[in-house]
């Protein structure tokens, strides 16, 4: 009898034990997960400015997608642009290096990043992946919001506001759009992560916060709005009149600002009323603006 006892407390034991060492082996597989994703991304090199700004060679990176070619095989590139743009009735939205259309799925996960479709889904919604010591350059998009996911096969995806992003095999040339609202769960990505073209049927660019493109804006000297203040109307690039002044912005809808004159330099792409530009790490730095 206290044999059999003896025996049955090691059995149990030993399960307690294996059941312990199971739980921990799935959540260090997931904390390496993690550290995987991280060390990768620091491995990385994020760059201000466009690809031919920064002289990438022709013919690699993202320039390498033909036009007209439909894109279903992932594959990890040297280096990957960002850049927020207008693409059809959508702005604004992300787009490549050869200007084509990023998109974000709603049956993934932003946090943590995570992909969920591979295989077919792979094929039609090719991910957006970069080699590791890659360059991802970054243009109009904030830094902080661009990151990488380990997928499953162990590439690195492209995140923008912790969502992976992908072409669509059916987007033939730049600036096409055939991806968006696929199966109620495919959009373009705005540059922050949001779905592209959200509201825009239903009064965007209103003072509820739609993603219209601003026609004009009031730049003003002070934070909160105060004057001395300048405003500027029309569509494309617009110099302002005082360099490097503006601690405040007014406008209905989004718009593109810039470090430098004629829409060069830093960038970033903004959307209504901002009491205070140093919130977005540009107080006295806007040179000129994009409209329309």
């Known amino acids: 009898m206290i044999r059999n006892r003896i025996a049955a407390i090691a059995a149990t034991t030993a399960a307690a034990a294996l059941l312990l060492t199971a739980c921990n082996g799935t959540g260090n597989a997931a904390s390496a997960a993690r550290e995987g994703a991280a060390a990768a991304q ?64 709603d049956k993934d996960t932003a946090n943590p990043s995570r992909s969920n479709c591979a295989g077919e889904c792979a094929t039609t919604w090719p991910p957006v992946l970069v080699a590791p010591g890659g360059k991802i350059f970054i243009d109009g998009v904030d830094k902080s919001d661009v990151g990488v996911v380990k997928r499953a096969d162990g590439n690195l995806q492209v995140t923008v506001g912790g969502w992976p992003v992908y072409r669509f095999s059916k987007d033939l040339k730049p600036g096409d759009t055939n991806g968006q609202g696929v199966g109620g769960t495919w959009f373009g990505v705005t540059p922050d992560g949001q779905k592209a073209g959200a509201g825009q049927e239903d009064g965007a660019g209103d003072e509820q916060g739609g993603v219209a493109p601003a ?68 107080d006295d730095r806007i040179s000129s603006v994009f409209l329309g």
Do not use: H
């Open 42 to 105: 620091g491995s990385l090199s994020f760059t201000s400015g466009s690809a031919k700004q920064n002289n990438a060679a022709p013919g690699t990176g993202d320039w390498a997608n033909s036009p007209g070619k439909p894109a279903s095989k992932p594959v990890a590139k040297k280096w990957v642009q960002l850049s927020a743009a207008r693409a059809g009735d959508l702005n604004p939205v992300v787009v490549n290096g050869a200007g084509f259309t990023l998109y974000r799925f």
């Open 215 to 282: 026609t004009s804006v009031t730049l003003s000297d002070e934070r909160n709005f105060g004057d001395p203040s300048e405003g500027l109307a029309g569509a494309g690039c617009q110099n302002v009149g005082r360099d490097d002044s503006a601690s405040s912005l007014q406008a209905a809808g989004t718009l593109k600002i810039w470090s430098e004159k004629d829409c060069k330099g830093d960038s970033k792409v903004v959307q209504g009323n901002i009491a205070d530009l140093a919130s977005v790490d540009f």
